[in-house]
């Protein structure tokens, strides 16, 4: 019985101490939402979210190039690869918006379907 | 002496009338000798002309190799012995030629059992070998499988990188003058990689064992083909051993009317010799007109 305690807590101990590996579709999608939540976060000043989303520019465009020089996706996770890789638009919005000559915030918009003209007429309701 | 060979030549006719019966039951008589191959699956990478060496070299392993090596030395010391027989036979006579005729109908039986051994032993070495390929052939077909539920992954993989390619120069630009920010580490690690990468397989495009294949019409041969086209070599050659086992046969009936003929001979031998003919007597009818004519 103390050895199965003693194997059990030497387990834990070990699972314990073992990093959380995300893998680097994850970490794509974790910067992304980041960057979406402070293009739409009223709180914050114009200049700071710009200043926010140049840095912001900088990273999504080192892990786009992370996920897709990675050869283990295809194993680890297939079908949530496959998903990103067939929303380009949406997945790698650095690319996509330099395909485009945009920004990321005016191409992200655009493909998610929110024009100027719609933002100018919309209400604030509750 | 004469008894002797008379004994052993009555027992040689039969052996030799029989043996087209004793040719089928070959198999039988084969020893337990066997080829377990112990090559794994993972041949199945190598080139159609190194696949075929690596089983060949695991055959050269096996104890049927070294049976069927032993048995080919034997066949070779048979036909040596049987060829100067067969040429000396012209300089003995009488008894000695009859011996020497024996010697070389038992040679022939003897050749011929050794043949039979050798082509049930090439037998199964064919039929080992064609199930090596057959299980090849049902791992490539496992493997062809799989890699089409992978090549839809590569397929939008390769289609995602290649769309990304084409921004990648503009957007390295775009992001340096718009930030006024020199490249992270990972970018210009990256750039640096990407373009040996580029170069590589440029090279690897470029490199002409690149293109060597087997083809047919100058059509691309698939790995299940090569393996197809290799199974039917095979069975080729087990037919042809079918055919050898033919041979065999008729060579056996040809030694059995030898055989035949030399007990003949034998007979003519002991009682036919010097011109002897039997004694006839005189019938009654011969002298009949002693007493039909009465004058």
Avoid: C
């Avoid at chain 1, 960057?35 to 140049?54: N, P, T, W």
């Avoid at chain 2, 066949?75 to 009859?98: A, C, H, K, R, T």
């Avoid at chain 2, 040679?107 to 064919?126: A, C």
């Amino acid at each position: 019985m103390k050895r199965l305690l003693a194997l059990s807590a030497t387990l834990f101990s070990i699972a314990a101490t073992m990093p959380a590996m995300a893998n680097s579709l994850d970490n794509l999608e974790r910067e992304r939402a980041i960057a979406i939540a402070k293009m739409l976060d009223g709180d914050i000043s114009v200049s700071q979210r710009s200043e926010y989303m140049m840095s912001s520019w900088r990273r999504l465009t080192d892990l786009e190039k992370i996920v897709i020089n990675d050869k283990s996706l295809k194993s680890s996770a297939p079908a949530a690869a496959l998903r990103a890789f067939n929303s380009y638009e949406l997945t790698f919005l650095s690319h996509a918006a330099a395909e485009n000559n945009q920004l990321i915030t005016q191409h992200w918009a655009e493909t998610v379907g929110l024009s100027t003209s719609d933002l100018l007429v919309s209400r604030v309701g509750r | 002496m004469m008894k002797k060979v008379i004994k052993i030549s009555m027992a040689l006719s039969i052996l030799a009338a029989t043996s087209l019966t004793s040719l089928a039951s070959l198999p039988a008589m084969a020893n337990e000798t066997g080829w377990t191959p112990t090559i794994s699956e993972k041949i199945l990478i190598l080139p159609p002309k190194h696949l075929e060496t690596a089983i060949e070299q695991d055959f050269d392993r096996s104890p049927l190799a070294s049976e069927l090596g032993s048995i080919e030395q034997t066949i070779n010391s048979q036909v040596s012995f049987l060829s100067q027989l067969q040429s000396d036979l012209d300089l003995y006579e009488g008894e000695q030629q009859l011996e020497a005729r024996h010697q070389l109908i038992s040679g022939k039986r003897d050749y011929i059992q050794l043949m039979g051994e050798q082509i049930q032993l090439k037998k199964k070495r064919l039929e080992v070998k064609l199930a090596i390929y057959d299980k090849l052939l049902r791992k490539s077909k496992r493997s062809a499988y799989e890699n089409s539920q992978s090549a839809q992954f590569d397929e939008v993989h390769s289609a995602v990188a290649n769309r990304a390619a084409t921004v990648d120069s503009s957007l390295r630009d775009d992001l340096f003058t718009s930030t006024m920010m020199p490249e992270t580490k990972f970018a210009g690690a990256y750039a640096e990689n990407q373009s040996a990468i580029s170069q590589l397989v440029e090279a690897i495009e470029n490199h002409p064992s690149n293109h060597v294949g087997q083809s047919i019409d100058g059509e691309p041969v698939s790995r299940e083909e090569e393996l197809r086209l290799s199974m039917q070599d095979i069975q080729s050659e087990l037919a042809i051993l079918s055919m050898e086992e033919d041979v065999l046969g008729h060579m056996a009936k040809l030694v059995s009317l030898d055989a035949q003929a030399f007990a003949d001979d034998l007979n003519d031998f002991q009682y036919g010799m010097d011109g002897f003919e039997p004694k006839t007597y005189d019938s009654p009818a011969n002298n009949l007109q002693l007493f039909i004519n009465q004058s």
